[in-house]
């Protein structure tokens, strides 16, 4: 069970706070931040609000002030004393605003991805409709676990995080159909060619690694794929990710 150090919800109209609400499962878009340090830094934290901020108008969440009330409610939830490392959640509908802290989990080498056929509705957007993901997740060791969401015999990304796979030095990412997170498209700014392709399945035996990456997760090497048989060949791109992802955290500056 998740524990949180943070859970609030707030109707949209006035920001009056109200009962919790996670709103998984409801028609509306979230983003997840890594806060950490004393004073807390939040990395990526402008990608983040913007993405968001313009999920809210394919979803028809509409204010004026979105943008602002969101500053708002994360300042008056974060303690600039406090020393983090968590993941902050916001997540939105027509009529609410929820926001929660719960402790980030580290993932470890020894990292497993399960094959599961599941798909996200409109994987495009990062939207709530989670909630067969969460089953999954819930009975899983989420520091050296993951599912694999595969469709078609494609597969496409994680419950959590987005996928790249490598093979004899070149970068390969699924071609479409799968929520392009900010630290994807961080990542991807640092490598001089991703090639976008379909992800078989039956190909994942000829990847020398697969690497997660995401705000929770951060940069996480996959050690086995148990249903088919692949182990990690090598730690030698992971490693290089890990590099730019420990600068950009380096350098990341204070939240204010």
Request: aromatic letters at 12%; one cysteine or more; charged letters at 30%.
């Amino acid at each position: 069970m998740v524990k949180y150090l943070l859970k609030k919800s707030y109707r949209l109209k006035d920001l009056k706070e109200i009962k919790f609400n996670d709103l998984w499962g409801d028609h509306g878009v979230f983003t997840t931040m890594w806060i950490y340090g004393v004073p807390p830094k939040i990395l990526f934290f402008k990608d983040h609000i913007n993405n968001l901020v313009k999920s809210t108008k394919s979803y028809s969440i509409v204010k004026p002030t979105i943008k602002s009330d969101i500053l708002r409610l994360i300042k008056d939830n974060v303690n600039l004393t406090k020393k983090y490392n968590h993941l902050l959640r916001i997540a939105l509908n027509k009529n609410t605003i929820s926001i929660s802290l719960r402790k980030r989990i580290k993932p470890k080498l020894n990292f497993n991805l399960k094959l599961v056929n599941l798909k996200r509705p409109k994987p495009e957007f990062k939207n709530l409709k989670y909630k067969q993901i969460l089953k999954h997740l819930s009975k899983m060791d989420n520091s050296s676990s993951d599912i694999g969401l595969c469709s078609n015999n494609k597969i496409f990304e994680t419950g959590t995080s987005n996928l790249i796979f490598i093979k004899d030095g070149s970068v390969y990412s699924p071609k479409s159909k799968f929520y392009k997170g900010i630290t994807y498209k961080f990542f991807k700014s640092k490598v001089k060619k991703v090639i976008n392709k379909d992800i078989f399945v039956k190909s994942l035996k000829e990847f020398d690694e697969i690497i997660l990456i995401g705000s929770g997760k951060g940069v996480a090497s996959v050690k086995t794929v148990d249903q088919i048989k692949w182990k990690r060949k090598s730690l030698k791109f992971y490693n290089i990710l890990f590099k730019h992802y420990n600068l950009a955290i380096n350098n990341c500056p204070k939240y204010k």
